[in-house]
């Protein structure tokens, strides 16, 4: 199973590690799009849930198609991970490939489930109607630990469309965010615009807090360490996955399940 460490992947692999002790595989991707902090949570949950997990290294940030950063980045970067699934399983003997994708998120705009589709992966919370909040209602009921954890996507999700994606770019990001972190911010995002503009989102009610004279300035010095050259403050807060709305948002993607034999991996 595809296994980032979040709240989805690990209730489905928490599923799978009831259902098959031993034949339950957890692997997650590892590049430059990942942030050190959420592989090292993908290695604490699957230690939790006692599940056997692999890291692989993907190049995905290789690909011209996942540099150029469009709207379809996800689906080059859903199609790597994919073929190194299928790779595993064909070695390991698996028969299925599936994905932490719940009900919520085929009414985004979602270009890795398609991916996710052509390569037969099963997407067993969405097929049932399982959504986000299920999700953790799921995770709270079998005590795993990452139950109320904020959403991480990837570092490049931050990064917004038409600005190509370099590994220093995904490094500022990562840089500007574990600062944000630390200083007790949660949830929060640092999107990269062109020219190397930092937007900050976190929520409305720490905005106070975060614009105190004596943090603000630490910020900005921070980020301009990091590499940004300007750094703002989105006073809409916190929003997930909002540069989605700088693209047409193409209508959801079904997830009809696949009935015919799949290799595995996860």
Known sequence: MAFSGGVDSAVVAAAAVRALPHSALAVTAVSASL???????????????????????????ARPEYIRNDKRRCFFCKQTLYQHLHAIAAERGFDVIVSGTNADDTNDY???????????????????????????????????????????????????????????????????????????????????????????EVTREALPRLLDTALWDATVAAFRAAGFRFVTLDLEGFRSGNLNTLVSIQPPVSTTPHHDRQENSE
Do not use: N
């Open 35 to 61: 942030s050190a902090s959420q592989r090292q949570a993908a290695r604490d949950v699957a230690l939790q849930l006692g599940i056997e997990h692999l890291e692989v290294v993907t190049d995905e940030t």
């Open 110 to 200: 979602r270009p890795g489930i398609e991916a996710g589709q052509a390569a037969r992966v099963r997407t067993p919370l969405a097929d049932l109607g399982i959504d986000k909040a299920t999700v953790r209602r799921l995770a709270k009921f079998w005590d795993v630990s990452v139950w109320d954890a904020p959403a991480s996507p990837c570092l490049s999700s931050r990064i917004a469309y038409g600005v190509e994606v370099t590994a220093a770019r995904l490094r500022m990001v990562e840089t500007a965010e574990a600062f944000l972190a630390a200083q007790g911010f949660s949830p929060l995002r640092v999107r990269l615009h062109a020219g190397e503009l930092a937007r900050i």
